[in-house]
């Protein structure tokens, strides 16, 4: 493959001493902006392939080692654009562990709760440790509207950039739940906000 050509492929990952490429954050929001210009697709680690697929409109060529990526410029080894069904995706993993209906008794805060979740009001909880406030908390998303694709998108967006992303899943489908520990400062509330969404 001549130089020229090679120059149409957006080539990703980290370089191992030993050869091997090691996984990328952020592979989501890149290959998004790839899709959007005319290129003859990615090649990037084998990790990241699940994630840049969710791009849908571009080709997602992954390996494993640097020598694999020159035996593929040099034509020497075929590899298939991997491509799944974001639709598919997106459906198989939009659901939650945890569910609102679990919590017994705490009515009139269950109820503040779901006047807030209808109205998209925020809400504060004060009380002693133990009293269930974390515990209604992280119950909340199960009670708001499903993310759109759109907001899944955005969302895992985030996640990958700021390497939150789970290995086990390509794409953020339920609405994400933050808990920083009741004794954290101010100051390292606007740190820990920063370092998870920045």
Known sequence: MSRDEIENYVILGELSLDGSLRPIRGTLPIAIEISKIDTKG?????????????AQNVKVYPV???SEAVAFFNGELAIEPFGVSLEEVFSSICYYHI?????KGQQQVKRALEVAAAGGHNIIMIGPPGSGKTMLTKRMPTILPDLTLAEALET???HSV??????HTPLIATR????????ISDTGVMQ???GVFC
Do not use: C, Y
């Open 99 to 103: 569910d609102f209906q679990d919590v």
């Open 162 to 167: 700021a390497g939150l992303l789970p290995s």
């Open 156 to 158: 895992t967006k985030i």
């Open 42 to 54: 990615m090649v990037l680690p084998v990790e990241n392939a699940s994630e840049a697929a969710m």
């Open 176 to 183: 994400p739940f933050r808990s920083p520990h009741h004794t």
């Open 192 to 194: 820990w906000a920063a």
């Open 64 to 66: 494993a080692s640097l």
